[in-house]
């Protein structure tokens, strides 16, 4: 048994909108043998615009029941049957969503007449359900209003089941199949296609743009979980109906992977993703000559295209490097921005200190550059060299002098005699300090997969 159900809302996610009308037709699959239909007081106003779609107006609900009234009738024609919606995930996570929250738990098979649509009556232009209706004939008076859009798409589904020579619904309805759950618009070939193995994959809209890139140790494991679950939450449910295409790329490791969403996600900026997006270094180290000619290091707030010593995360991070630099070369804490105030330099140098101008700009500034080129020594300098894509190839990125260069494949025999070398095969990627720590980790963590170069 059937129950094809069409709902009318006051927005577009459960979790902060309320129903306004549910209608049901239980189909038995030849037809249609009992209809339920009921206007609902959502208990918040109906915006204008949606009063304006679907004609129910916040004085149609003001004496109708609540969902919570009504919700035992509900939940007794739904249970035991297969919910059937036009893109289902939206009409099951409302009704599961509000049933639950009145202390029914829907737990049921679920088609959707969209994907089964795309599948039994292939090359449409359209599968939305109006101009389907039109198409195939199907004459619905009360456009947006549930009852009439349950109606309608009784009428389509039982188009769908006489059509369905590929038995389709059948396969659909099989305890692993995964078109219960995925996205509406979403190809389940693109799912098949994906393997259980690490790599980068990107969510794309209807007109082919990333709207989302993820990272796995299993593609398919998790592509798969983004569609389990009901999560009625705006974000999740826009999300899955914009998902049209997946594309993927496979890589030699987790590590890998993890370093190319990063970059990934600064390069394409999708809709979607949330983390990573705003990272970037808060702090740089900074020298420059001042109008005496004395070379100046200062902590700054990071800016792109300036030729920054060291990047850091932290203000504190970035004053002890200083300070540190200044105790071992003897530099002047004024020059270097550390002691701001007015009374007399607290250097090593007191009283011939080179900010009161009693040190040459040379000498000076030799120790400075001193200081600077010890600094760039101290950065380490290493690649991670790992498992490839397959046996043939090691995977490999590269830190130099404290930054992620960037990474690539190298052959399974390949020896690097000289970092220009190794360079020769990675891609340059733009680095930051999160790839950069995840990087450093993973050689503390497996130091055997580590090759030290001498600059």
Not at 223 to 248: A, D, K, M, Y
Not at 422 to 437: A, E, Q, S
Request: proline share 4%; net charge positive; with cysteine.
């Amino acid at each position: 048994m059937y129950a094809i159900v069409d709902i009318e809302t006051t927005g577009g996610h459960a979790s902060a909108n309320g129903i306004t009308e549910i209608a049901i037709c239980i189909h038995n699959g030849k037809k249609v043998i009992e209809r339920y239909s009921t206007l609902v007081n959502p208990r918040r106003e109906i915006p204008i615009y949606i009063s304006a779609l679907t004609g129910i107006t916040n004085d149609m609900v003001q004496n109708a029941p609540p969902f919570e009234d009504v919700a035992h009738d509900i939940y007794h024609l739904l249970n035991n049957k297969t919910f059937v919606a036009h893109n289902v995930n939206f009409d099951y996570s409302f009704v599961r969503y509000h049933l639950a929250a009145a202390g029914y738990e829907l737990q049921c098979n679920k088609l959707c007449t969209v994907r089964l649509g795309r599948k039994i009556m292939p090359g449409l232009p359209s599968y939305s359900l109006g101009k389907l209706c039109r198409h195939l004939g199907i004459e619905n008076e009360s456009r947006h209003r549930a009852a009439g859009d349950a109606e309608a798409t009784s009428i389509l589904f039982s188009m769908l089941l006489a059509k369905d020579n590929g038995n389709h619904i059948p396969l659909a309805l099989k305890q692993n199949s995964k078109e219960q759950v995925l996205p509406a618009n979403l190809p389940k070939k693109d799912v098949e296609a994906l393997p259980p193995s690490p790599g980068v994959y990107y969510f794309h809209d209807q007109k082919g743009k990333v709207i989302y890139v993820g990272k796995a140790k299993n593609l398919k494991k998790r592509v798969c979980s983004h569609f389990t679950g009901n999560n009625p939450g705006v974000q999740r449910q826009e999300f899955l109906r914009n998902i049209h295409n997946i594309t993927f790329q496979t890589c030699g490791t987790e590590l890998v992977a993890f370093v190319l969403e990063a970059v990934e996600i600064k390069r394409l900026w999708p809709k979607y993703n949330r983390s990573l997006k705003r990272f970037e270094h808060a702090y740089s180290l900074y020298a420059f000559e001042d109008q005496r000619g004395y070379l100046r290091l200062a902590v700054d707030k990071h800016r792109k295209m300036t030729g920054a010593i060291y990047s850091c995360n932290t203000l504190f991070e970035g004053r002890s490097i200083v300070m540190k630099l200044i105790d071992t070369f003897q530099l002047c804490p004024k020059l270097c921005f550390i002691q701001n105030n007015t009374s007399a330099c607290t250097g090593v140098n007191l009283g011939s200190c080179a900010c009161e101008g009693h040190e040459s700009v040379e000498d000076y500034n030799q120790r400075v550059s001193l200081a600077i080129d010890e600094l760039n020594k101290a950065l380490p300098t290493f690649a991670i060299r790992d498992a490839g894509r397959n046996d043939e190839e090691h995977s490999c990125l590269l830190i130099e002098k404290g930054k992620f260069y960037g990474m690539g494949y190298i052959s399974h025999y390949f020896n690097a005699d000289s970092l220009d070398q190794l360079k020769n095969h990675l891609t340059p990627y733009p680095g930051n300090d999160y790839i950069r720590n995840m990087v450093d980790n993973y050689a503390v963590k497996f130091p055997d997969r580590k090759m030290v170069f001498a600059v």
